[in-house]
């Protein structure tokens, strides 16, 4: 018995699936930009002044980085309710994401920063830069030119990962998959649908990342 | 209700833990021999086969593995079989890892000096002979770190197949958490159980990588 393909009646539900991948883009757009602020805050506390903090963010990458993001999901979405914090499904999806870009991205850019050659900043130092001033512009723009592909194949990874934010009824892409399929009947067309449609996104998101990278990141500092 | 004492909760979960462990030993496993074979035409001289596996590398690494897990257990029904979760579990696991553990392989065979290629051409060697006894010896070193630190990707990426119902860890947590009404206790547990079993493994991963290059500069 051959297996009939039906692909059309799951474009009958288009509409679900635009939604769907507007729900995803807005996930990683916000998760992804304020991860990667957390990732930056990271990177200086492991580095920089105050030594306290140090042994914290380390506590914190390591955790993140060691257990599954649907773990950290459930925690969030499930966990923290029975403590008395209330919190909609897009909020612990973003919040989860952040978390989690935030552990790596620290992490990725740690690696950059320690690269910077001392000679750089004990140069600032004698122009009387500001320790901020010295992170900012002498240590953070030259750290991120060299781990820029790193942190976009990362963002790549989380936006992928945010498929399973669907498991908390986050209206996103694989939620519409499971949506259609189960108003249709066709389970596979309706994932192989979104599997192509995420693969775009996943491509499309890294030439938007390039992008960035040369436009804002290298352009400047590039002499 | 049945009541249920921490030491139920943490007993229940260490017990499908093992689950955990053995799909991830699994996974490891067969993901490495079909990440070499993907390996092998990566890296080969045919540009046909080089593209194979490219597209190959892109479709699994550039789709979420939840996906992945969904299109195989429902693909394998279209033909009429009854898959059991434990199986697309095991396959799709052991796709995706192939993809990602053949790309970093192929970083490590890069990084080995062009000269080996020759030399070892000029001595009549195929390309199997080249890579059987001059790159992969000399790749499997630089290899190590990373392929640890891969190890802990696959024991978090286990955690997903609780999704299409294979009882590990994860379900195990959301199952006991429907019966307790703990979520926080429960998730905090399993989250231990996870780190307990990936930070060893990030821990060696990161100390081979220093060793390693403690050995290199000067």
């Known amino acids: 018995m051959a297996y009939q393909f039906e692909f059309l009646s799951t474009f009958d539900y288009s509409g679900v699936l635009v939604k769907g991948v507007l729900t995803t883009v807005e996930l990683i757009a916000v998760g992804g930009v304020l991860g990667v602020a957390v990732g930056i805050f990271g990177a200086w506390a492991r580095t920089q002044e105050p030594r306290w903090l140090r042994p914290v963010v380390s506590a914190y990458v390591e955790l993140i980085r060691n257990t599954p993001f649907l773990i950290q999901l459930f925690f969030i979405f499930f966990g923290l309710p029975s403590i008395g914090v209330q919190i909609t499904e897009m909020q612990a999806a973003i919040l989860a994401m952040v978390i989690n870009l935030g552990a790596y991205s620290t992490e990725i850019i740690r690696a950059g920063v320690v690269a910077v050659a001392r000679g750089q900043i004990e140069a600032a130092l004698s122009l009387s830069m500001t320790r901020v001033q010295i992170f900012r512009h002498i240590i953070l723009r030259p750290a991120l030119q060299k781990i820029w592909p790193a942190l976009s194949s990362q963002i790549v990874i989380v936006m992928l990962g945010s498929a399973v934010c669907s498991q908390i009824a986050v209206e996103e892409l694989s939620f519409a998959a499971n949506f259609i399929q189960g108003r249709n009947f066709r389970a596979f067309e309706a994932y192989l649908i979104a599997t192509a449609i995420y693969l775009l996104l996943a491509i499309l998101l890294r030439q938007i990342l390039r992008l960035i990278g040369t436009r804002f990141i290298f352009a400047r500092s590039s002499t | ?218």
């Open chain 2, 1 to 218: 209700m049945i009541s249920f004492s921490l030491w139920d909760i943490l007993r229940n979960l260490l017990l499908a833990g093992r689950w955990t462990v053995v799909l991830s030993l699994v996974t490891f496993l067969l993901g490495g021999m079909l990440g070499l074979l993907i390996l092998f035409f990566r890296t080969s001289k045919s540009g046909a086969l080089r593209n194979v596996a490219r597209i190959y590398i892109e479709i699994f690494q550039g789709t979420p593995l939840l996906m992945q897990l969904f299109l195989v257990f429902f693909g394998i029904a279209l033909f009429g079989i009854e898959v059991p979760a434990w199986l697309a579990a095991g396959l799709t696991l052991t796709l995706w890892s192939a993809s990602f553990l053949a790309e970093i392989w192929r970083g490590c065979v890069e990084a080995i000096p062009r000269g080996q290629w020759e030399a070892s051409s000029v001595l009549a060697m195929n390309y199997v002979q080249q890579m059987r006894y001059v790159i992969l010896p000399q790749a499997l070193r630089i290899a190590l770190p990373p392929t640890i630190g891969f190890s802990v990707q696959i024991i978090k990426g286990t955690a997903v197949t609780s999704i299409i119902g294979f009882v590990e860890l994860s379900k195990a947590a959301t199952v006991i958490t429907n019966a307790t009404f703990m979520p926080f206790t429960v998730y905090a547990a399993a989250g231990l159980f996870y780190f307990i079993l990936c930070w060893p493994l990030s821990r060696y991963s990161q100390f081979l990588e220093r060793k390693f290059h403690a050995a290199h500069s000067h």
